[in-house]
């Protein structure tokens, strides 16, 4: 089975393809462009994105949506992150957050999977944000976010460790175990 990607991070084709490969399912990246609605959800903007290449693509492929969610900020940046990290960009979250006790945070990721019909995974993954970036590996707020447990940001870690613990990876695992159950 081929299974398309539809994304421009050649990264997270990588990250995806560790979890199918071993199902027999090749994932390959498709970088087609698809309007980003705004809404209150992950779920909501990662549906609309399936629906809507779903008249536009053939064959099973499937999209993410992600978002950093700062507990103290009522969950900003959220389904805004990339704009907010295009926009404000690391220092700016961090000018937003000066003075702020409560650091908690977490990242959230919803993949949509279509296949005639819309299939939505998620994963998260909890931490705070430091007071200063730290590291140079990954992207957007890896180098501001340390998950639960670790000493370490997400951009100090190398990809491999930080797969095994990210909100992307939990939901393609998820989502892998989905499919390993409904192969036909």
Do not use: C
């Not at 090749?26 to 698809?34: E, F, K, W």
């Not at 609605?37 to 992950?42: R, S, V």
């Not at 990721?109 to 939505?120: C, F, P, R, T």
């Amino acid at each position: 089975m081929e299974l398309a990607f539809v994304t421009s991070n050649t990264g997270k084709v990588e990250e995806a393809r560790k979890y199918f490969e071993p199902l027999g399912v090749r994932v390959y990246r498709l970088p087609v462009a698809y309007p980003e609605i705004q809404a209150d959800t992950l779920e909501e903007v990662a549906l609309f994105g399936v629906e809507w290449l779903a008249k536009k693509i053939k064959g099973p492929f499937f999209l993410d949506d992600s978002g950093l969610f700062v507990e103290a900020l009522s969950g900003f940046p959220g389904v805004y992150s990339a704009y907010v990290y295009r926009t404000l960009g690391i220092e700016g979250l961090l000018k937003l957050m000066e003075g702020v006790e409560n650091r908690k945070a977490h990242f959230r990721s919803v993949i949509a999977y279509w296949d005639g019909e819309a299939h939505l995974f998620t994963g998260r993954v909890d931490g705070e944000i430091t007071n200063a970036p730290m590291g140079t590996e990954g992207f957007g707020f890896d180098p501001i976010f340390k998950p639960e447990g670790f000493d370490r940001t997400f951009a100090q870690m190398t990809t491999a460790e930080k797969n095994t613990i990210s909100h992307r990876g939990r939901a393609l695992r998820a989502f892998a175990d989905w499919l390993k159950e409904n192969l036909k």
